[in-house]
């Protein structure tokens, strides 16, 4: 037999070669890859980011779910992991997280069970709360636990997701909170991301704004109880705003505000990138930063038929990317390592079916079945969870090393 | 320590219990269900339908990538399994799969080696071919491996996916394969699922006639070089139609009629719920069958937050469930084991983003945070693929076994 195999898509016939090259056929396609350059870039970048910004970020975990990637945020000064789930947060501790924040209700005794495991095991770990009823079943489950759970509570806006809707109701949560001995608030957490008005940056910073008012009528009413206080918000598309008026609000050096952009560490080549370039135009400090964040996840696919004139059919779907905010559409065309096009602009994917997606190509283009098409998706976190595995490669498809998701 | 965890999102905090049950919160939620009852009686009723057309099944094992499954298909009478691509089909094959079709043309060098060790250890596989080109790649590869490839001749539609656009086209491809002898042609295949004319049904059945006429056509030629030859057509939406049209067409008996269900065995709540519904109103059969399919695959979840009158965050979102043909809605919603109702029409689940899903209850409804919400989804593909562990239970909701995916 001259290839081994592993059990998952990216199934890789590893031919005997000392080393693999996407381009020269090593492994099956599709396949979904990392690129080594891009990644580092972005890490670094985001990490200068926060530093400049005075702030702390901890990724959210659930856009890769990759522990790798988490390892290098980490290392590059990550202050710890957010995630979405209990699960998640098993996930980002086993991969060395010191410091979570689930960003979410933490419902359900198996749920519980985790997050107190995590918290017995040494994990500084914060939950966030948005009702009495929740805070009861915590601190019923906690107390029998005798661990006692740090909390954020968290701020929503009308409209919008979870969350309390007014500042009253938070500080009415956060007195109820004060008698549950087995809850220690710990600070306040929000997501800007759900919000869409007319001017919708004007509603972020009032939104902000409000937090931190949330934040600075806790501290007076002394409603806080635990050590390390925490104001948490930003996804990857108002990260500046969040940053600049947190700042401006200047809370107390007890109160540590932390981001939680996600997305940023892969990039993508649609919703993100468009979020990044208007970040880009009204962040100063963005701007000096310069060179911007880099799309490091693509998906290498085969011209698998050419039915008619000007329609291919690539061999990938709804299996193996995101599709829910505009289609992947290609960066390049490869036919025996060598590249033929990377000025596929009139090229355009029309169609995704579940493991078959229609490509128009431009009459320029002649492609044949078995060249190579590189992609770019939008949305990343649907990408990644299409896989168990990806593949970390430089920028000419050598291939690095394989990477674990765990979904 | 009282709970055990395993590295997979429906992570399992075993209770110490002799048994679990889903409604007393042994297991973390959200997770994906497969009801025991339904399955097995899914599996029966398409076994009966495929028995009493006088056709074969090879049930698309694309759908839910489970081997159990597929176990159980093989072992209700199943033909063989079918698959998207190569890593699907070591994957049937590792299930205990002795017939695989690979209902799609195989392109690159790391997928044919696949393909080929499967062959080389004996199972009898068929792969498709639309192109010259895609047949001269093959039979050069094959010939190195000295293996011969039997191969099925993709018939398509204009407008369509891959496939040939005609019959005259088929023939040629037919007479070059003959001049490759690593090739072997032994049959043909169609996709009638990607038919969409303002007389569908009517279209499907000429599209069906034409597939037979080529099969006649390559007879009369001696284009066939297999022992075993097979005509393979059919999704979930029209296998009575296509089972029907072979029929009429009395192709000799060396030429087998093999259909490729694949969404029957979970079934579901949306799309194929209704293209099952017409098949019922119009296949004399099918009725006669009696019970028609039943949804087998569930989502349990908490209620999260209930932030205003009206307004449930459930703890899923587009992580968990597939939402590209209608979002998963609820069927039934319980409290401390018990059902609190299962007339939830009036109530919807109006958005899903990645882990969040928004579900308007009716005012006749009292949700409390931590009642969990049952729910039936539309496409079961793309459900399944957000797992990789279903729990299989009862109709009580007791949990009988964790079933792995391989995705």
Redesign the interface.
């Known amino acids: 037999?001259?290839?081994q195999?592993i059990?998952?898509?990216s199934?890789?016939?590893l031919?005997e070669k000392p080393a693999l090259n996407l381009l020269q056929?090593?492994?099956?396609?599709p396949a979904a890859l990392l690129k080594q350059t891009a990644i580092q870039h972005n890490l670094q970048w985001m990490q200068r980011f926060a530093q400049a910004s005075g702030v702390l970020l901890a990724p959210h975990g659930?856009t890769s779910m990759t522990p790798w990637l988490f390892q290098q945020q980490l290392a590059v000064g990550a202050w710890g992991i957010t995630v979405?789930?209990?699960?998640?947060a098993?996930v980002a501790a086993q991969a060395g997280a010191k410091r979570i924040i689930l960003a979410?209700?933490l419902?359900?005794?198996?749920?519980m069970?985790?997050i107190a495991?995590l918290l017995a095991g040494g994990t500084e770990l914060f939950v966030c709360i948005?009702?009495a009823?929740?805070a009861n079943?915590l601190a019923a489950f906690f107390a029998t636990e005798q661990i006692v759970l740090p909390v954020l509570i968290e701020l929503?806006v009308?409209?919008?997701?979870?969350?309390?809707?007014s500042n009253q109701q938070a500080v009415a949560l956060a007195k109820h909170i004060a008698g549950l001995p087995a809850l220690a608030l710990a600070g306040i957490e929000f997501y800007e991301g759900v919000i869409n008005t007319n001017d919708t940056e004007h509603s972020v910073r009032q939104f902000v704004q409000q937090a931190a008012a949330l934040c600075k009528a806790l501290l007076r009413l002394q409603l806080f109880k635990h050590t390390n206080l925490l104001i948490s918000g930003a996804g990857s598309a108002w990260y500046d705003i969040v940053a600049a008026e947190l700042s401006k609000a200047t809370l107390p050096p007890t109160m540590q505000t932390v981001l939680r952009p996600g997305c940023y560490v892969s990039h993508d080549r649609g919703i993100y990138q468009q979020a990044q370039q208007l970040i880009e135009q009204r962040s100063a400090l963005a701007c000096k930063l310069g060179a911007g964040l880099h799309n490091a996840l693509e998906l290498a696919v085969?011209?698998?038929?050419?039915?008619?004139p000007g329609l291919a059919?690539l061999?990938f779907g709804?299996?193996d990317a995101a599709?829910?905010a505009g289609l992947p559409q290609a960066i390049a065309i490869y036919r025996n390592g060598q590249m033929l096009s990377d000025k596929l602009q009139d090229c355009q994917t029309t169609k995704l079916?579940?493991?078959?997606a229609?490509w128009r190509y431009s009459p320029a283009l002649t492609p044949?079945?078995?060249d190579i098409v590189i992609l770019g998706a939008s949305h990343p976190?649907?990408t990644f969870?299409?896989w168990?595995t990806l593949w970390l490669t430089d920028n000419d498809y050598n291939l690095l090393q394989q990477v674990d998701t765990?979904?």
Chains 1, 2 share one sequence.
Do not use: W
């Open positions: 037999m001259k290839y195999y059990q998952h898509k199934a890789t016939p031919a056929q090593d492994i099956c396609l659930k979405a789930t209990a699960y998640q098993q979410n209700q419902v359900g005794v198996a749920n069970a985790i495991a948005d009702h009823d929740n079943a929503g009308p409209g919008g997701r979870c969350g309390c809707r085969y011209v698998q038929s050419l039915p008619e059919v061999g709804k299996r599709f829910d079916m579940d493991q078959h229609f044949k079945i078995g976190c649907l969870d299409k168990r765990c979904f």
